[in-house]
Nanobody, 125 residues
């Protein structure tokens, strides 16, 4: 198991940017695909972006394609989510997650086993 902690959320105006960080503890961090999910109030948790173990491949939800970028630094045990051109619909709690049972990126929350506690992102109009 790996422990995950998200930071970097906050309040930003539409059109602005934020960078979220997910810091992991555990010696096997580099073995796991990682992903960001988000959950707005009253909604289901949805996939935002995923990245392979070495960072060579990424996947994005259509709603954030071209605006968000996921990356990772395995030496520092951090995965990032750079969010640009933010819109009010991006408002949610953002979670990072590790997939322990597969080498591939999954887009379902059920594909991931380890979760952080989330960081709030609020985009005002």
């Amino acid at each position: 198991q790996v422990q995950l902690t998200e930071t970097g959320g906050g309040l930003v105006q539409a059109g602005g940017s934020l960078r979220l960080s997910c810091t992991a503890s555990g010696s096997t961090f580099s073995w796991y695909p990682m992903a960001w999910f988000r959950q707005a109030s009253g909604n289901e948790r949805e996939f935002v972006a995923g990245i392979t173990r070495g960072g060579g491949a990424t996947e994005y939800a259509d709603s954030v394609q071209g605006r968000f970028t996921i990356s990772r630094d395995n030496d520092k045990k951090i995965v990032y989510l750079q969010m640009n051109s933010l819109i009010p619909e991006d408002t949610a709690i953002y979670y990072c997650a590790a997939r322990l049972n597969s080498m591939g990126i999954g887009s379902s929350k059920d594909d991931y086993q380890n979760w952080g506690q989330g960081t709030q992102v609020t985009v005002s109009s």
